[in-house]
Nanobody, 118 residues
Framework: QVQLVESGGGLVQAGGSLKLSCAASGSIFSINTMGWYRQAPGKQRELVASITSGGTINYADSVKGRFTISRNNAWNNWNKVYLQMNSLKPEDTAVYYC?????????WGQGTQVTVSS
């Protein structure tokens, strides 16, 4: 089983930056894709960014050029995934969740709140 713990959320003014971290533990070898999702009040959860074991990265159109997903090491030796968020906008306000997909059920972290004030 995989466990995920997010950190790094908070309150920031528009135009500011935050860096989210997701620490993974347990059966990390079973993961083939890590992703960051977000859910704003009254809206569906949406994919923000993802990174595969092969290093393929995908971003939502709304965050391209502003957000960067990365990991601390090569896929066979990693345990943290990051989301660097720059030029934040009020519409980025949401609970951000880390997700792991691979062998077995999809795993979610507990979420971290990001609030961007105008």
């Amino acid at each position: 089983q995989v466990q995920l713990v997010e950190s790094g959320g908070g309150l920031v003014q528009a135009g500011g930056s935050l860096k989210l971290s997701c620490a993974a533990s347990g059966s990390i070898f079973s993961i083939n894709t890590m992703g960051w999702y977000r859910q704003a009040p009254g809206k569906q959860r949406e994919l923000v960014a993802s990174i595969t074991s092969g290093g393929t990265i995908n971003y939502a159109d709304s965050v391209k050029g502003r957000f960067t997903i990365s990991r601390n090491n090569a896929w066979n030796n990693w345990n943290k995934v990051y989301l660097q968020m720059n030029s934040l906008k009020p519409e980025d306000t949401a609970v951000y969740y880390c997700n792991a997909d691979g062998i077995g059920p999809s795993i979610w972290g507990q979420g971290t709140q990001v609030t961007v004030s105008s």
